[in-house]
Nanobody, 115 residues
Framework: QVQLVESGGGLVQPGGSLRLSCAAS????????MGWYRQAPGKERELVAS???????YYVDSVKGRFIISRDNAKNAVGLQMNSLKPEDTAVYYC?????????WGQGTQVTVSS
């Protein structure tokens, strides 16, 4: 069993930046996909960004050029640098891990973009 612990959410003004982190509770296999999802009130959860163990990244169009996903294999962690934040980025952000045919979710961290 793997537990994912997220941190870094909070309140930020439009145009500001936040960095989210997600750490796995134990070493994960060499093949994996880690990603960040978000869910705003009244909306479905959507994939924001993901990275594979091979380094391939994906970004949803709405965050391209503003968000950067990164991985730290030594720490079994993934980060999401969020820049130029907009009110529409407000949501609960969840970390997700797929490895060894199993799926794990973090507990979520709130990101609020408001003046």
């Amino acid at each position: 069993q793997v537990q994912l612990v997220e941190s870094g959410g909070g309140l930020v003004q439009p145009g500001g930046s936040l960095r989210l982190s997600c750490a796995a509770s134990r070493s994960i296999l060499s093949l994996y996909v880690m990603g960040w999802y978000r869910q705003a009130p009244g909306k479905e959860r959507e994939l924001v960004a993901s990275v594979t163990s091979g380094g391939t990244t994906y970004y949803v169009d709405s965050v391209k050029g503003r968000f950067i996903i990164s991985r730290d294999n030594a720490k079994n962690a993934v980060g999401l640098q969020m820049n130029s934040l907009k009110p529409e980025d407000t949501a609960v952000y969840y970390c997700r891990l797929i490895t060894a045919g199993r799926l794990y979710w973090g507990q979520g961290t709130q990101v609020t973009v408001s003046s």
